[in-house]
């Protein structure tokens, strides 16, 4: 299984970035997805997720009104657009694959991360 991650990069606080994770065609789209991320010397944390359908999403305190992630419904493609970056998101972020169609925490598959910067 592979879950391929892009649109990293550097951006100024204030500013937005939008990451993709496409998975294999096989593989994800009968299950929830989500994205967290994670900083050097802090265990990785949840940042958002979405059901199997793209109709029921989830997300952090930290990121609540900021983010937001989608998906078509089936898809096995999950956007994260990120408004309103902040320094404290800098981190690198991961896609995973849930083991169930709505989001249950337990990750069956992880993707490959994309670092975002944000500078203040």
């Known amino acids: 299984v592979q879950l391929q991650a892009s649109g990293g990069g550097l951006v100024q606080a204030g500013g937005s970035l939008r990451l993709s994770c496409t998975g294999s065609?096989?593989?994800?789209?009968?299950?929830?997805l989500a994205w967290f991320r994670q900083t050097p010397g802090k265990e990785r944390e949840f940042v958002a997720a979405?059901?199997?359908?793209?109709?029921?999403?989830s997300y952090s305190d930290a990121v609540k009104g900021r983010f937001t992630i989608s998906r078509g419904k089936g898809s096995s493609t999950v956007y994260l657009q990120m408004n309103s970056l902040k320094p404290e998101d800098t981190a690198v972020y991961y896609c995973?694959?849930?083991?169930?169609?709505?989001?249950?925490?337990?990750?069956?598959?992880w993707g490959q991360g994309t670092q975002v910067t944000v500078s203040s």
């Open positions: 979405v059901n199997w359908d793209g109709g029921t999403t």
């Open positions: 065609r096989r593989t994800g789209s009968n299950n929830a």
């Open positions: 995973a694959q849930d083991r169930r169609a709505m989001y249950s925490g337990s990750v069956q598959y």
